[in-house]
C-alpha cells in the first residue's frame, strides 16, 4: 500500500513589497513517497491571506521551466501577474512553479524508463497537484488549472494538457520543443535519458509513444481543452538543412496545425518577435494568459448536457418545437429511416421519426408546433421534393406539414423556375398555416432588384400559397427571421447591407422598414405586443425593440472583447425576452471555442441574467460563424437546439 505524502513546507515570503496590490511568492518543498521530493515556488495573491477572502478558492497556473533553468527562471513574470490582476484583466490567481533538477535539468517532464530516470510526469501531475490543492485554497477541478511552460517546460506543458485531460483544462504553450516524427540529431531530448529505456538514452518508439500525435487520436472531447501556443519568429535554426523543418516556428505551427483539428482542443496560435528568450516569453505569458484567463475559472464552465442527435457524420440544426420536436439535416440514415442521399431533412418528435429528402441537399430552417398536435417544417431542397419540380437547377423553398402521429399532411415546393430560392425563418400563423420568410434570387413575386431580393410568403393550413412578397435592392437581400401576432407579420434580415426590421398587414401589405445594425438573425413579438428583433453590429449581440408602428421602444448591445450576434428571441411572461446567441466573449464562463449565451432582458431591455455553455469547438455557429441555432420557449424552460461541431444537441436552460 502506498505511504501517505509528507509535506515539508519551509514559508519564506519573499517579493512582497511594492504596490499594496502586489503578490507574495513562498518557497515549499514536497517530499514523497513515490521518488525524491519536489521544490517548488508558489504565487499567492493580493489578498489571499486576509480575512475576508477566507473561504475564496482560486484557479491555479502550474509553470514549467526549460532546460538547465531552475524555477526561478518563471519569478521574473511576478510583476506582470501582479499587473494582469490589479487591472482586472484576470482574476487573482495561484502560480505555482515546480523545480525540475531530474536528468541533469534535462528530464523534458516525463517518465523515464532509462536506467536512473525518475518518474517526474507522475510526481508533478498527481503528488504535486494534489499537494497543492490540500495545502492552498484551490479550486480542484481541472478547468480552474492551466498548465504552462517554455521550451522543454512547452513540450510538459503539452503533454499534461493533453495525456491529463481530467487535471488540465488550459495550456499555455511557448516556443515548444517538440519535434515530429523525432528531434534532430543535436537536440537535448536525445541526451539526458528522459526518451531512453534500460541502458539506452534515446529510444525512437519511446519518444514517439509519449509525443503528442500519438496523444491526439485518444483526446476525450467531453474534456476539452483550450491551447495558446505562441513562438518567436527568430528562434533557433537547425545548421543541417534536411533539419529545417524542426526549427521551431515550424515544429510550432505544425503543432498547431495539428491540435485544431481535434474535435477535443481549441487552439490559439501567435508568432511574435523575437529568438528562444524571455523578450519572446514574457509577453506570450501576458497575452495567452489574457486569451485563456476566461476559463480558467473558480466556477466550472457548463457543457452541453444530453448526447448529439443524427448521424455520426456532419449534420446541422433545423429548429425546435414547444413539445420537443427536433428539426434538423443529416448526412446520412436515422434510426433507420431511408437516406435519399446529400443531406436529408429529419423531423424528430418524442414518438416518431420522419426523414425525407432528395438526392441532392435538403435543409430546414425552423419548426413550430400546430394546435392539433402536429408540426410544421420550412427550408429549401436542390432537388424534387414534391415530385412536381424534376430537373430542378437551382434550390426551391419548402414547407411541409406533418400530422400528430408522424404521416405527411401536405407538402408546398416554391421558387423561381431557373434560380435560387431559400426558406430560413417561419413562423405559425393564427388560423393554423405559417409565415415563411429567406430571398430569392430570381422573380417569385415581383421583378428582381439585385442579387437576392427578401422573399415572405403566407401559407394555408392547408398548404396551399395565400401570398408571396419580394423586396430588396441592389445589393444581397436575405430574411432570416419571421414572426407574427394576431396583427400582422414581421420579418428581419439583412438589405442594402444593413440589418432590417419590416412590418406587414396579415393580408401582406407592407407597413414599415427600419435598418440598424449589420443584420438580424431573430424576430418575435411579446407579450406585451412590442416587436424584438436581435442580430449584430460590429462584434456584438444587438437587440432591438420596436412598437407595432415601427418607433424604437429600446436598443441593447451586449457582449465583449470577442464576435457575438443574436440568433434567437423568446418572448417571455411580462414582456421580457430571452435572447439567445453565439459568443466569443463572456457572459458566463467560457468553455471555448464560440459558446452559446442566454441572456435575459425585462421589457426595457435591462439584462437581468447571462449564461453560457458550450465545449472546446464551436457552438452554435458553424466555422464561417453563421447562426445554426434555435429556441422556442416550454413552460418555464427554453429548449435551445444548435450545432456543435458537426453534431445537433437539444438542451433545456431556465431562462
Not at 137 to 149: D, N, P, V
Not at 223 to 242: S, T, Y
Request: aromatic share 8%.
Amino acid at each position: 500500500m502506498r505511504r501517505a505524502l509528507v509535506a515539508v513546507l519551509t514559508l519564506l515570503t519573499v517579493g512582497v513589497s511594492g504596490a499594496a496590490s502586489a503578490g507574495g511568492t513562498r518557497a515549499g518543498t514536497l517530499t514523497t513517497a513515490r521518488a525524491g521530493s519536489i521544490d517548488y515556488t508558489v504565487y499567492l495573491p493580493h489578498g489571499y491571506t486576509a480575512r475576508k477572502n477566507a473561504k475564496v478558492r482560486y484557479p491555479v497556473l502550474y509553470l514549467l521551466h526549460g532546460r538547465g533553468d531552475t524555477m526561478r527562471a518563471w519569478t521574473q513574470v511576478k510583476a506582470d501577474l501582479d499587473k494582469l490582476i490589479d487591472d482586472g484583466t484576470i482574476a487573482p490567481v495561484i502560480a505555482v512553479l515546480p523545480d525540475a533538477p531530474w536528468s541533469e535539468r534535462g528530464g523534458w517532464y516525463v517518465d523515464s524508463a532509462y536506467d536512473g530516470g525518475s518518474a517526474v510526469e507522475t510526481m508533478l501531475t498527481r503528488d504535486l497537484v494534489s499537494h497543492v490543492d490540500a495545502t492552498y485554497r484551490t479550486a480542484a477541478h481541472r478547468g480552474a488549472r492551466l498548465i504552462g511552460g517554455y521550451s522543454m517546460g512547452g513540450y510538459g506543458a503539452l503533454r499534461y494538457a493533453l495525456a491529463h485531460q481530467d487535471l488540465f483544462a488550459n495550456a499555455l504553450v511557448l516556443s515548444p520543443a517538440v519535434y515530429n516524427p523525432l528531434p534532430p540529431a543535436d537536440s537535448s531530448a536525445r541526451e539526458f535519458g528522459a526518451f531512453g529505456q534500460g541502458d539506452e538514452r534515446f529510444v525512437d518508439e519511446v519518444y514517439q509513444r509519449l509525443n503528442y500525435p500519438a496523444l491526439l487520436p485518444a483526446l476525450d472531447p467531453d474534456l476539452p481543452v483550450r491551447m495558446f501556443i505562441a513562438v518567436g519568429d527568430d528562434e533557433w535554426a537547425n545548421p543541417d538543412p534536411a533539419d529545417a523543418k524542426h526549427d521551431l516556428d515550424y515544429e510550432a505551427a505544425t503543432l498547431y496545425n495539428n491540435v485544431r483539428r481535434s474535435d477535443a482542443v481549441a487552439a490559439q496560435f501567435r508568432v511574435l518577435d523575437g529568438g528562444h528568450d524571455w523578450d519572446v516569453w514574457r509577453p506570450a505569458f501576458v497575452a495567452g494568459l489574457t486569451e485563456l484567463s476566461p476559463t480558467l475559472s473558480a466556477t466550472p464552465p457548463t457543457g452541453i448536457p444530453g448526447p448529439p442527435r443524427g448521424t455520426p457524420g456532419t449534420d446541422w440544426a433545423g429548429g425546435v418545437t414547444a413539445g420537443g420536436t427536433v428539426a434538423f439535416a443529416a448526412s446520412g440514415p436515422v434510426e433507420g429511416q431511408p437516406y435519399a442521399g446529400g443531406l436529408d431533412a429529419v423531423v424528430q418528435a418524442p414518438q416518431w421519426t420522419k426523414q425525407f429528402g432528395t438526392p441532392a441537399n435538403d435543409r430546414l430552417y425552423g419548426a413550430v408546433g400546430t394546435a392539433d398536435g402536429g408540426v410544421i417544417v420550412a427550408g429549401y431542397t436542390r432537388g424534387d421534393l414534391d415530385g412536381r419540380h424534376p430537373g430542378s437547377p437551382a434550390d426551391d423553398g419548402f414547407v411541409a406539414k406533418f400530422t400528430a402521429t408522424g404521416e405527411r399532411a401536405w407538402l408546398t415546393q416554391i421558387g423561381d423556375a431557373a434560380k435560387a430560392d431559400r426558406f430560413y425563418g417561419l413562423a405559425a400563423a393564427p388560423d393554423g398555416g405559417a409565415y415563411v420568410a429567406g430571398y430569392t434570387s430570381g422573380a417569385l413575386a415581383a421583378p428582381s432588384s439585385g442579387d437576392k431580393d427578401v422573399v415572405l410568403s403566407r401559407i394555408g393550413p392547408d398548404g396551399t400559397v395565400a401570398w408571396i412578397r419580394q423586396l430588396g435592392g441592389a445589393a444581397e437581400d436575405k430574411a432570416f427571421a419571421v414572426g407574427a401576432d394576431a396583427n400582422g407579420v414581421y420579418v428581419a434580415g439583412v438589405m442594402s447591407n444593413e440589418g432590417f426590421v419590416a412590418a406587414f398587414t396579415a393580408d401582406g401589405a407592407q407597413r414599415w422598414v427600419k435598418a440598424d445594425g449589420d443584420l438580424f438573425g431573430g424576430v418575435a413579438v411579446t407579450t406585451a405586443g412590442v416587436v424584438v428583433a436581435t442580430g449584430k453590429a460590429g462584434g456584438d449581440a444587438l437587440t432591438l425593440a420596436l412598437t407595432s408602428g415601427g418607433t424604437q421602444r429600446w436598443r441593447t448591445v451586449s457582449g465583449g472583447r470577442g464576435d457575438d450576434a443574436g440568433a434567437e428571441v423568446v418572448a417571455l411572461p411580462g414582456g421580457a425576452v430571452a435572447v439567445v446567441g453565439f459568443t466569443g466573449s463572456t457572459f458566463g464562463v467560457p468553455a471555448g471555442g464560440t459558446d452559446v449565451f442566454v441572456v435575459r432582458l425585462d421589457g426595457c431591455g435591462r439584462q437581468q441574467s447571462a449564461a453560457q455553455f458550450g465545449t472546446a469547438r464551436d457552438d452554435g455557429a458553424d466555422e464561417f460563424g453563421e447562426e445554426n441555432l434555435y429556441a422556442v420557449r416550454s413552460g418555464d424552460r427554453l429548449l435551445i437546439t444548435g450545432l456543435s461541431s458537426g453534431d445537433v444537441f437539444l438542451t433545456e436552460v431556465t431562462p
